[in-house]
């Protein structure tokens, strides 16, 4: 079991990300968007992944590397969004990296203060279930839902 956070997507955790974060580390043609930081206690290296919605499409005209800098410049200018916020990401989730073991509420508590906001659920998940049930669905399955569905469990 690993202990995650989840934030719901929304222009704020966007935005967020941006000034907090700056640009993702990696990002993938599958709508991930992924950054590596010390932000746990003692310094472990915390996963933040940008989860894509079921389904996802990269948007026209943007290349893989742009979408999340094009989106978060958006929302941060009050522009309108060539794909709605709700077509592109479903929420992100932080994690210990490498497997550190850590507890869900030391890992809230710092999560929290790298952020600036704190998540919408917190606990302990059992990612190999859902990564199998995604792949076997070709990305037709919102990891978010699946990890919130353990999580409420």
């Known amino acids: 079991m690993t202990p995650t956070c989840v934030w719901l997507a929304s222009p704020a955790l966007i935005v967020a990300l941006d000034h907090r974060f700056g640009e993702p580390v990696d990002t993938y043609v599958n709508g991930s968007q992924v950054w590596l930081r010390p932000d746990g206690p003692h310094e472990i290296t915390i ?91 070709q990305g037709g399955i919102s990891i978010i839902a699946e990890v919130l569905r353990q999580l409420t469990a």
């Open 47 to 137: 996963e933040w992944r940008l989860h894509p919605v079921a389904g996802y499409r990269r948007p026209p005209g943007v290349g893989t590397n742009e979408v999340f800098e094009t989106v978060a410049y958006a929302l941060a200018a009050g522009e309108e969004l060539a794909t709605p916020l709700d077509r592109l990401w479903d929420g992100l989730e932080a994690y210990p990296a490498y497997g550190d073991e850590i507890e869900p509420a030391p890992l809230v508590a710092a999560a929290t203060a790298a952020l600036g906001l704190p998540p919408d659920a917190a606990g302990l998940v059992d990612h190999q279930p859902i990564g199998d049930a995604w792949e076997h669905s």
